[in-house]
């Protein structure tokens, strides 16, 4: 069964950092995009980062750029996510996704909360 | 960035009956667009890519179509799990891949 499995949230203070983790099984990790998705409380979904294959491609949604890193561990079948200088607005919960444009599947989410 | 408008923000429907919803692009986008329910409390869960083809696993009674602008998804027969929020996704023009504001079919 193919899985995605998040950890690393929490309760963080604003301007400090968290580093998200994924964990897949199921599939061939390496042979896929890997995506980050976030959820803001009572919200919509919104993008947030994308990785290729071997890491040679990234692209971040404009309001994390310079302040998160998206990578990614094929010998680990793990993907990241660091996450600097957090903001109230940066409250969510994370989900990891395989793929590039359309995902499938997620993760169960985990949340991450900016707040003092 | 493709904006995109989903319509209605809420759509009440009574078990059994079908129900239609819509998401508008704001510039062409092929028949790169993903559609995707989720469930209080659930991760979203893929239905239906590239407009028009149900991943594996999805009832035939969800259906998508469309093209360039405009897209449909249609439910035939509302069951009791089939109460959820759906939101579309485009992938055509990116960064950044956008998702509608979704829309949450409740019972009636």
């Known amino acids: 069964e193919m899985q995605v499995v998040e950890s690393g949230g929490g309760l963080v203070q604003p301007g400090g950092s968290l580093t998200l983790s994924c964990a897949a099984s199921?599939?061939?990790?390496?042979?896929?995009?890997m995506s980050w998705v976030r959820q803001a409380p009572g919200k919509g979904l919104e993008w947030v980062a994308n990785?290729?294959?071997?890491?040679?491609?990234?692209y971040y949604v404009d309001s994390v750029k310079g302040r998160f890193t998206i990578s990614r561990d094929n010998a680990k079948d793990s993907l990241y996510l660091q996450m600097n200088s957090l903001r109230a607005e940066d409250t969510a919960v994370y989900y990891c996704?395989?793929?590039?444009?359309?995902?499938?599947?997620w993760g169960q989410g985990t949340l991450v909360t900016v707040s003092s | 960035e493709v904006v995109m408008t989903q319509s209605p923000a809420t759509l009440s429907v009574s078990p059994g009956e079908g129900a239609t919803l819509s998401c508008r692009a704001s510039q062409s986008i092929s028949s790169n667009l993903a559609w995707y329910q989720q469930k209080p409390g659930q991760a979203p869960r893929l239905l239906i890519y590239?407009?028009?083809t149900r991943t594996t696993g999805i009832p035939a009674r969800f259906s998508g179509s469309g093209s360039g602008t405009e897209f449909t998804l249609t439910i035939s027969s509302l069951q009791s799990e089939d109460f959820a929020v759906y939101y579309c996704?485009?992938?055509?023009?990116?960064?950044?891949?956008?998702f509608g504001q979704g829309t949450k079919v409740e019972i009636k």
């Open positions: 590239d407009a028009s």
């Open positions: 996704q485009q992938y055509n023009n990116w960064p950044p891949v956008t």
């Open positions: 990785i290729e294959q071997d890491g040679s491609e990234i």
């Open positions: 199921g599939f061939t990790f390496s042979s896929y995009w």
């Open positions: 996704a395989r793929g590039q444009g359309w995902v499938d599947p």
